[in-house]
């Protein structure tokens, strides 16, 4: 299963700029819906696209496997 770490890139991401970051503000920047942001935060199915992937790579600087991660349950 595909396990998406939004959460953690958005804490990680706060503590670094010291301010509150909302999905708001991420969907802005990114141009992904915030009901897609949210269904990724709470772990919920979503079926995202590499554009989708490649847009938080972008924003929160980091590499896909910083975003999603494989696991075997």
């Given at each position: 299963?595909?396990?998406?770490?939004?959460?953690?890139?958005?804490?990680?991401?706060?503590?670094?700029?010291?301010?509150?970051?909302?999905?708001?503000?991420?969907?802005?920047?990114?141009?992904?819906?915030?009901?897609?942001?949210?269904?990724?935060?709470?772990?919920?199915?979503?079926?995202?696209?590499t554009?989708?992937?490649?847009?938080?790579?972008?924003?929160?600087?980091?590499g896909?496997?910083?975003?999603?991660?494989?696991?075997d349950?």
């Amino acid at each position: 299963m595909i396990r998406y770490k939004l959460r953690e890139l958005i804490k990680a991401k706060e503590l670094k700029e010291g301010r509150h970051i909302t999905l708001e503000e991420i969907g802005q920047h990114t141009g992904v819906h915030r009901t897609t942001l949210s269904k990724i935060v709470n772990g919920r199915t979503v079926s995202s696209t590499t554009d989708t992937l490649a847009k938080l790579c972008e924003y929160f600087e980091v590499g896909i496997g910083d975003v999603v991660e494989y696991y075997d349950h």
